[in-house]
C-alpha cells in the first residue's frame, strides 16, 4: 500500500519560512509529476508547485519567487521551501504524486501564518 507522509508545517509569522517534506512509502514506481497543492478554508484546492520527472517546474504567479519546490527521485520525496510567508498562505497543505496508473494524495501539514 502506497502512503505519502507530509511533514514540516507549523504556525509562523509573516515574513518567516518553512520546508515542507513529503515521502512516498510502498509499492510506487516511476513518479512523473510530484507536486503541493493547498486549501484553505472555505476554499477550493489550489496547485502550488509541480515538478515533472524531467525537472520542469510550475508555480503560480501568488507564491513565485517566494516558494521553491524540489524532489529527490532515489528517495521519492519532494519538498518545498517556502519563504517570505504571508497570511494569506495559510492553508493545508497537500503533496501529490502521480505514477503512469495512479494519483496519489498526502494527508495534509496544516500551515499557519500570523500577521
Known amino acids: 500500500q502506497v502512503r505519502l507522509v507530509e511533514s514540516g508545517g507549523g504556525l509562523v509569522q509573516a515574513g518567516g519560512s518553512l520546508r515542507l517534506s513529503c515521502a512516498a512509502s510502498g509499492p510506487i514506481f516511476r513518479i512523473n509529476d510530484m507536486g503541493w497543492y493547498r486549501q484553505a478554508p472555505g476554499k477550493q484546492r489550489e496547485l502550488v508547485a509541480t515538478i515533472t520527472s524531467g525537472g520542469t517546474i510550475n508555480y503560480p504567479d501568488s507564491v513565485k519567487g517566494r516558494f521553491t519546490i524540489s524532489r529527490d527521485n532515489a528517495k521519492n520525496t519532494v519538498h518545498l521551501q517556502m519563504s517570505s510567508l504571508k497570511p494569506e498562505d495559510t492553508a493545508v497543505y497537500y503533496c501529490?504524486?502521480?505514477?503512469?496508473?495512479?494519483?496519489?494524495w498526502g494527508q495534509g501539514t496544516q500551515v499557519t501564518v500570523s500577521s
Open positions: 501529490n504524486m502521480i505514477t503512469r496508473s495512479r494519483d496519489y
